[in-house]
Nanobody, 117 residues
Framework: QVQLVESGGGLVQPGGSLRLSCVAS????????MAWYRQAPGKKRELVAS???????HYEESIKGRFTISRDNAKNTLYLQMLSLKPEDTTVYYC???????????WGQGTQVTVSS
C-alpha cells in the first residue's frame, strides 16, 4: 500500500501563490508517476499536472505558465507551486500515484484551495 498526505492548501487572494506538498509513504517502490488532480463540486476530477520519477512533466492547458510540478525523490514528496492564482482555481486538490504493477490509483485526502478577495 501507498499512503499520500497533502498539505499546503488555504485561502489566498487573487494573484497570490501557494505551494502544495504531498508526502508518499509505504510501498514507494510501487509508484513511478505522481500527479495533482482537482475536483470542483459536481464536476469530474481533472488532471492538473503530472511528473514521472525521471522528472518528465505534463500540464493541463489552463494552468500552464502559472503552476509548476516537481518532486524530491529523496523525500518522497511531490510539490505543486501555484502562482497568479485565480478564483476559478478554487477547489480541492488531490495527490495521485499509480501502482506500476496493478494500475491501482492511490489518492490523498485532498487539500482545499480557496482564491478569494
Amino acid at each position: 500500500q501507498v499512503q499520500l498526505v497533502e498539505s499546503g492548501g488555504g485561502l489566498v487572494q487573487p494573484g497570490g501563490s501557494l505551494r502544495l506538498s504531498c508526502v508518499a509513504s509505504g510501498s514507494i517502490f510501487k509508484i513511478n508517476a505522481m500527479a495533482w488532480y482537482r475536483q470542483a463540486p459536481g464536476k469530474k476530477r481533472e488532471l492538473v499536472a503530472s511528473c514521472t520519477s525521471d522528472g518528465v512533466t505534463h500540464y493541463e492547458e489552463s494552468i500552464k505558465g502559472r503552476f509548476t510540478i516537481s518532486r524530491d525523490n529523496a523525500k518522497n514528496t511531490l510539490y505543486l507551486q501555484m502562482l497568479s492564482l485565480k478564483p476559478e482555481d478554487t477547489t480541492v486538490y488531490y495527490c495521485n500515484a499509480v501502482d506500476i504493477y496493478s494500475d491501482h490509483n492511490y489518492w490523498g485526502q485532498g487539500t482545499q484551495v480557496t482564491v478569494s478577495s
